[in-house]
């Protein structure tokens, strides 16, 4: 689509932001490759969220005629604040993994992007792309409405490569054979063992028998499973078992105990697919640290590895010599890699993620394991593609206004990359459920019982309903009380950004009226509607600005800064606690000194403003993070400035500030493991990625806390 848009209009002043929810820099080097022709269009990666940069290569040039720009919706909501004019010239927006609109976050972000868009750029044009939509009529009847042009939908419901959708599940009949036989050896034993040790030479207070069931494979030969009945199924044996045990405890018999299941089962079918010289892609939903614990735990190398011996090519030692110089430790993924196994999460580097894309996408690593999210961008070359797990890590697991749950939308999103165009003209899709399932291996199967737990496999690849979370903040604006305590964080910034627009030609009811969820709600919102919603968020700006000690600009800066009205003025408030820096010294300050204030700052707001940076709850021991946390555990929603900080509050923000610098001043992840753990001098400092207890992937979790 971008080539033809640029072959339509090479000699205008083409201008294409292609805006993802996935993954940048992949999406760049790919556009890269493909742009090559047109020599004089450069791309651009504007990486990460809505962090403020100054690198040469995330300023938008308003003298450059042709670039196409790759950002994430955050990263192009932050420059449209800061510098609006600069869209005046874009001719095609792309809104790749456009069903996340959705996102009760993200789709608000985007929702706004888009109609802001459509304003500052008045010749541009929109693709929305998704495998996924259920509605895409509507997404083009917004557009239309929107834009005054016509917007169309694929008519075609055609997928241009097959996918099999199958269940993974245990031999019913043999489970139960196998398991009566270590039933009647457990009858046999002793019924005292020495004590604390079973057969399985653990320590329990149980006795145990081991045994193995083989795997089965239930498979939908139609693509999504419906119930048309036993002949559109076929169950087959997989050459493969998993470990079970029959255990007695307290004297009586239990039901077949699984030492693991998800995680074991999927690795195992995954290792068997890729054996064949498969490419496989298993997607693991639940942390991102057991994609590598699945890989480390493979047995042999993959066909066509490089094995000990060959040398990696140029390009991917050099990737991953420089993720050896920025770990500080020589990279976990060096070794699989050789084995002919790779991983994909947000936990690695760049250069880890490129290496393990080249290794994958030129077939010198057949089994790739990545983490469930970046199923929703990753365009690699796949077979074969294993789901591990029916549920995610993250608790938020439905979201009331998708039409489907999330973690379904994942699932559907991770069956669409097997047999990807122009790599292979028919997939495997595998499902591994969160518990063992079984099922008999016989000739036709009943698929409703399946379907019944698992109604997932029979979803059409486009189930995603896709509508707007902003209907919620016009259903709030409409209520006209100026109460809004109960309004959400993005809620608020939402009505900071709308209150600071209103121009006649550019205000908060123009820009509403062009987002999807007003179209969904065009039926109440009436211009004169809209005016009222233009005039509350005025009056919620105006109300705020007469508090006392509020200065008329505040807004205007939590626009910018993509912030609610209250947190601007919060920080604001500690900066004054602080002290201001005169202009004379605040000429003469670097990025140091800066960063000085800013923890300063930071360290004098109260518990509920800083509540979002502070560490989770699940996370244990004594970093910084866990310790500011516990600090202010009884007092969270404290929120005045000056308050009565803890004793050590401002120490440990000090503490912080030194962490962050190590991080800016180069410092290898090794080395900022060893000062935020507190290692002892000379403890060596592991490559070990497998748990996120380990010293690399606990300064990546720190990284995160530093974006946010």
Sequence with gaps: MITSWLRAGYEKRNRCPTLTNALAHQIRRDLAHALQPFQQVEVRAFVGWEEYTTLTEEQINLAERHFVAVMTPEKCALAMRLYPERFANCSLCVLDECH????????????????????????????LM???????????????????????????????????????????????????????????????????????????????????????????????????????????????????????EQGRLVRPQFKSWKN????????????????????????????????????????RALGAELPFPPLVEAWLRIADAELGVETALRDLLRRGIAVHTSA???????????????????????????????????TAVVIAGTSMGDPRERDPIAGISRVNALILNGFGRAGRPGFA???????????????????????????????????????????????????????????????????????????????EDYNASQ????????????????????????????????????????????????????VSFWR??????????????????????????????FFEIMSLLPPKQVQPYLADEKLKGPTVLTRLRDQVRGNREVDTIPWEMPRDWSTLWQELKRLVFLYMQGATYAEIARSYLGLPEGELVTNKRSSGSHPIPTVFGFLVFCAK
């Design 568 to 597: 601007a003025w919060r920080m604001w408030q500690a900066y004054q606690q602080r002290g201001s820096v005169s202009a004379e010294s605040g000429a003469t300050f670097e990025v140091a000194d800066w960063a000085d204030v």
């Design 130 to 248: 998704s495998a996924m939509v259920s509605n895409p009529k509507e997404l083009a009847g917004w557009l239309s409405s929107a834009r005054g042009v016509r917007a169309v939908a694929p008519p075609v419901k055609w997928r241009p490569s097959r996918t099999m959708r199958g269940l993974l599940v245990l031999d019913q009949h043999l489970l139960e054979e196998n398991y009566k036989q270590a039933k009647r050896k457990l009858a046999q034993l002793p019924k005292q063992l020495p004590l604390g040790q079973d057969l399985f030479g653990e320590k329990s207070q149980n006795v145990g028998i081991k045994f193995d069931v083989p795997f089965a494979l239930i498979a939908g030969l139609s693509g999504p499973w419906t119930m048309a009945g036993p002949p559109d199924y076929r169950v087959v044996s997989l050459p493969i078992t998993l470990e079970a045990r029959a255990v007695e």
């Design 348 to 382: 690695m580097l760049q250069p880890e993620q490129a290496a393990s894309e080249w290794m994958f996408a030129e077939r010198k690593a057949l089994l790739m394991f990545a983490t469930g999210t970046l199923a929703q961008g990753l365009n690699l070359p796949a």
């Design 511 to 562: 820009i509403l009226s062009r987002t999807l969820a007003a179209y969904h709600k065009r039926q109440s919102l009436s211009p004169p509607v809209m005016q009222q919603i233009r005039q509350r968020i005025t009056d919620l700006k105006n109300d705020f600005l007469q508090q006392p000690d509020v200065p008329e600009w505040i807004n205007r800066t939590a626009m910018k800064a993509g």
């Design 100 to 127: 996340l609109l959705n996102d009760q976050q993200r789709g608000v972000t985007a929702d706004i992007l888009l109609a802001q868009l459509s304003m500052v750029a008045p010749n541009i044009r929109f693709l």
């Design 425 to 503: 003209n028919q997939g495997i899709a595998m499902l591994v459920s969160d518990r063992p399932f079984w099922a008999p291996v016989v000739h036709q199967l009943d698929p409703s019982s399946v379907l019944q737990w698992y109604s997932v496999l029979g979803e059409p690849d486009a189930a995603v309903e896709v509508h707007s979370p902003i209907e919620k903040f016009l259903d709030l604006m409409l209520e006209g009380d100026q109460d809004v305590s109960g309004a959400t964080t993005t809620e608020l910034a939402l009505t900071s950004l709308l209150a600071e627009y209103d121009r």
């Design 264 to 303: 074991v089962a999927s690795r195992l079918l995954s290792e068997l697919l890729a054996r064949f010289r498969m490419p496989v892609l298993c997607f693991i939903l639940t942390s991102r640290h057991h994609a590598f614990s699945s890989a480390d735990k493979v047995l042999g190398e993959m066909p």
